[in-house]
């Protein structure tokens, strides 16, 4: 299945690399692909929003607070609330962004229905460093694993975005319940994430982290991704999630890692191996061409 609704372009920025046609771009690569769009025809379900206090459950009031009071604000192509540097809000954001977390919950309540078919969710804004900024505004992948947790013990987020989930990694930090892994380029945004984050109290070993110098290749990387396979054998979670970020593609315009669209089609048959409810949740990707080819590759092999 895949989750995506056409609303998650209203929150957009022409100049900006996290903007709407990330989005467009994979919706019609999957179009073009006469194979893939034959095989999704049926597919495509619209999202609903997140419940308040689900996203209450990861973030403070106040943040929240903060997200909800830019849907009265007055914005136009030139106006913008910056979270940080990085960040832009409109006037739409916090409907999409409330949508977005929704989404991948749903994807959560799907494969725990039909645990066989990973469910693909195509949402903006990203999620991963939530609440820190770095384009993402609400954690999607967090709050939909404190979902997850009312149906399932344990949970492993797999997180392959060339940068680190710091949001993420934090949420879960003291958890034995949620595993937090990434692979991710090192030293880089968001500066987080070296080997020495392990977690902390019952969280303890519980957070792994796999830091990458730039121009990582294929074999390096792939040899990485399959110890922490391993990993998750031993953990033996429930339900897989993975922050699928394309920006680890070589061609990516901010990333620095060197992977090929070969490493992306590995490492989805390996997720496939699993046997495993999984579900992927759209993070980083900016390179137009990468994310339409790279996830109907990816969804070529899972629906
Ligand atoms: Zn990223």
Redesign the pocket.
């Known amino acids: 299945m895949i989750i995506y609704s056409d609303k998650f372009l209203l929150h957009d920025k022409p100049d900006h690399p996290e903007n709407k046609q990330r989005l467009i771009a994979i919706i019609d690569a999957l179009k073009k692909d006469s194979d893939l769009s034959h095989k999704i025809k049926n597919k495509i379900k619209e999202p609903k929003p997140a419940k308040e206090e689900h996203i209450l459950a990861v973030h403070d009031k106040d943040y929240f607070n903060l997200i909800k009071s830019t849907k009265s604000m007055r914005s136009n192509t030139k106006n913008f609330f910056m979270l940080d540097q990085d960040t832009y809000l409109t006037d739409k954001t916090y409907e999409c962004a409330v949508l977005a977390a929704g989404a991948v919950e749903q994807g959560v309540d799907l494969v725990y229905k039909d645990r066989k078919e990973p469910v693909f969710c195509l949402v903006r804004p990203?999620g991963?460093?939530a609440p820190y900024g770095?384009?993402c505004i609400f954690n999607n992948i967090a709050i939909a694993a404190m979902h997850a947790l009312k149906k399932y013990e344990k949970v492993f987020i797999l997180d392959i975005?060339?940068?680190h989930g710091n949001g993420t990694q934090n949420t879960f930090y003291q958890s034995n319940k949620v595993f937090y892994c990434s692979l991710?380029q090192y030293p880089f945004?968001p500066g987080t994430g070296s080997t020495e984050e392990v977690g902390t109290g019952p969280g303890k070993g519980y957070t792994l982290n796999i830091p990458l110098s730039a121009g990582t290749d294929d074999e390096t990387y792939l040899r990485l991704f399959q110890s922490t396979l391993s990993t998750l054998k031993k953990f033996n979670p429930d339900v897989v999630l993975v922050s699928l970020?394309l920006?680890?593609h070589k061609d990516d315009t901010?990333?620095g890692l060197a992977l090929t669209d070969q490493a992306y089609k590995k490492m989805t048959k390996d997720l496939l191996g699993l046997e495993k409810p999984l579900v992927f949740v759209l993070?980083?990707?900016?390179n137009l061409d990468v994310l339409g080819r790279v996830i109907s590759k990816m969804m070529l092999l899972s629906l």
Not at 283 to 286: L, P, S, V
């Open positions: 990203p991963h460093h770095g384009f975005d060339v940068h991710h945004y970020g920006d680890s901010l990333g993070e980083g990707g900016y």
